[in-house]
């Protein structure tokens, strides 16, 4: 069993900057890919990015200019920095991780809400 712990979400106000963090109970270093996603209320999940093992990265759109995903292997952990964050940025963000061979993991969430 791995476990997937998200850190960083909170109250932010729009234009502001959080930094998510996902601690995993296991090496990364092997891991294929690690990503973030995230739901809002009445929406289904959706990819917001992801790292490969080479730390090739692919973003959503929607946030590509403004987030930024890295890992560090050491740490057994995956990041995402937020910036100039929009109300529409709220949610629930998710961390995965897939080690390959159909093992993926899934973190708890943390919430992130965008708002004066």
């Known amino acids: 069993q791995v476990q997937l712990v998200e850190s960083g979400g909170g109250l932010v106000q729009p234009g502001g900057s959080l930094r998510l963090s996902c601690a995993a109970s296991?090496?990364?270093?092997?891991?294929?890919?690690m990503g973030w996603y995230r739901q809002a209320p009445g929406k289904g999940r959706e990819l917001v990015a992801t790292i490969t093992s080479d730390r090739g990265t692919i973003y959503a759109n929607s946030v590509a200019d403004r987030f930024t995903i890295s890992r560090d292997n050491s740490k057994n952990t995956v990041y995402l920095q937020m910036d100039s964050l929009k109300p529409e940025d709220t949610a629930v963000y998710y961390c995965?991780?897939?080690?390959?061979?159909?093992?993926?993991?899934w973190g708890k969430g943390t919430l992130v809400t965008v708002s004066l």
């Open positions: 995965n991780v897939d080690y390959g061979l159909g093992m993926k993991y």
């Open positions: 296991r090496s990364i270093f092997a891991a294929n890919e």
